[in-house]
């Protein structure tokens, strides 16, 4: 068992390539989050009921199957919705405690990542945030989530953890 677990919601997979990428990298020990009830599988509906206010932006989780208190470093990876982190991440920091381990940020974006890693350091007050990492997928659904970031700037983040 790794002392590292990467920690991810992903809803249209890029969040999710990017948690498996840091698993193999790191060695690490990897937590899937899911909402209690799924967000539509139709995306274009989703952004409407997030604009009409009819996703609750405090949305409830499914129990972890994980002991955190075995990990002592943490990389938690989710989408930027509305300039802020997914309300997924938000539930799942407000409900764990991740107070006293080492802990990389990322928000994977298209661009405007706006206020996603002062939501982190707010949800995570006692918490060592060692990197913030900002990961751009193109928007353009012909690029098909072409990630627009260079590995390497992912690797260089990563590498603080140790
Ligand atoms: C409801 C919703 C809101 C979004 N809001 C933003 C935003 O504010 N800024 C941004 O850059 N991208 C925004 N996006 C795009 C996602 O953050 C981006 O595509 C991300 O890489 C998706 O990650 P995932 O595939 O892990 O879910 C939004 C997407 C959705 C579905």
Redesign the pocket.
Known sequence: MSDILVIYY???????KIAKYAQEKLNADILELHPKTPFSSD?EK??EE?QNNSIKRDVEIENIDKDLTKYKKIVLI??????GINPVMKRFLREYDLSRKDIIVTA???????HCFKDYKELLPNSNIKGELDIV?S?DREEN?KILTPWQKIDNCLEKLN
């Open positions: 992903s809803y249209t997979g890029n969040s999710r995306y989703v952004i997030w989710t989408s930027t919705w509305w300039y994977t974006n298209a661009g405007w990542i706006g997928f928007f989530n």
